[in-house]
């Protein structure tokens, strides 16, 4: 560790926060280009001059670094760190956990309002000027069970939200339990740090129990080797015909061709899918053209949100000033997950 390290920044920044983190210890603060896109290299020397480095997505030519110490990555995901061999080299890993909760969540709300209250009908009746009052239009949200499929910060801000609005919340985890979680980066005020809002925790054996019942489903899992494809056919089949399947979290946990032919043979009712197999999804696929499937571009929580520098430059400053101390960083992924499992 270095007392006041030298910090690389691979992201379009604000002046204000590059001042912030020279209070928070940094001993130089270098600018290099945005790695938001693949396959971007960074002059070596620049590489080479970081303890530290901010981004999303590493340099194409960072195999080549032989300095940094520890990745802040902007972004809650972190499948882009797979196969650099990070832990071999003694690289620590932070990701953004805490960055993105609240717009997923409403992103959550809305979709769930959408498809409870019909709302799409109510969009089509309007463009054939159909004054129709039916009782589906006018059903309530409130008491609807829902179930986080895992119980990161995004499933837990929505937690908050959604026992507001009074609906069950239910969740399935690794171990069957929820816990605290004191060294994660959380908004103020937002999510559930002590885990305590679910009514019902779940473990994998019961995965039955748990899907059987709900009203909605929201993936919200990061993806590993262990949880790609965890939604397949028998686990959508294990839906009830009316429940409603969110993913703002990463396509590759659920099934590609079993997600198609569930929705084409209408297993359950209806899917909201923020994450998708292709970027950007090609005009062809299927998804686009069926009626019981609301696409949105990657847009529940991105680094257009007007709230992302000050967010991530938050989490990056407070972990800064732990790094400098020797204490333990905010959202630091284990060897585990640095490797993909």
Not at 53 to 62: A, I, V
Not at 140 to 152: I, P
Request: charged content about 20%; hydrophobic content about 40%; some cysteine.
């Amino acid at each position: 560790m270095t007392s006041h390290p030298n910090v690389l920044i691979l992201l379009d920044s604000k002046p204000q926060f590059i001042e912030q983190l020279h209070h928070a210890g940094a001993n130089e603060v270098l600018l290099g280009p945005s790695t938001e896109v693949a396959g971007v290299p960074v002059d070596r020397d620049l590489l080479n001059a970081a303890d530290c480095l901010l981004c999303e997505l590493l340099p194409s030519n960072f195999d080549e670094c032989t300095t940094v110490k520890w990745i802040q990555l902007t972004s809650a995901g972190y499948s882009q760190i797979f196969g650099h061999s990070l832990v071999e080299r003694g690289i620590r890993v932070t990701n953004g956990l805490g960055n993105f909760d609240i717009p997923m969540a409403e992103w959550n709300v809305m979709m769930m309002i959408l498809w409870h209250r019909h709302l799409l009908e109510m969009l089509d009746n309007q463009k054939k000027a159909s004054f129709d009052r039916a009782a589906r239009f006018q059903s309530e949200l409130r008491g609807s069970v829902v179930g986080f499929y895992g119980y990161g910060g995004m499933a837990r801000e929505t937690a908050r939200q959604l026992r507001q609005m009074g609906l069950e919340i239910w969740t399935l985890t690794r171990n069957g339990k929820t816990k605290s979680r004191p060294l994660t980066y959380c908004v103020p005020g937002t999510g559930d740090p002590e885990g305590t809002l679910p009514h019902r925790v779940f473990s994998p054996d019961q995965k039955g129990e748990f899907l059987s019942v709900l009203d909605y489903l929201i993936m919200a899992m990061p993806i590993t080797n262990a949880t790609a494809g965890m939604m397949g056919e028998t686990e959508l089949k294990m839906l009830k015909p009316s429940a409603v399947l969110l993913n703002p979290a990463r396509a590759g946990l659920i099934d590609e061709q079993s997600l198609i032919r569930c929705m084409k043979e209408q297993w359950i009712r209806g899917a909201a899918i923020d994450v998708h197999y292709a970027y950007p999804l090609p005009p062809e696929h299927p998804l686009w053209s069926l009626p019981n499937v609301v696409l949105t571009p990657h847009i529940s929580g991105s680094s257009l949100s007007p709230h992302f520098q000050e967010r991530i430059f938050d989490i990056f400053s407070n972990n800064l000033k732990r790094y400098c101390a020797g204490e333990p960083l905010l959202n630091e992924l284990t060897p585990e997950q640095i490797q993909g499992n």
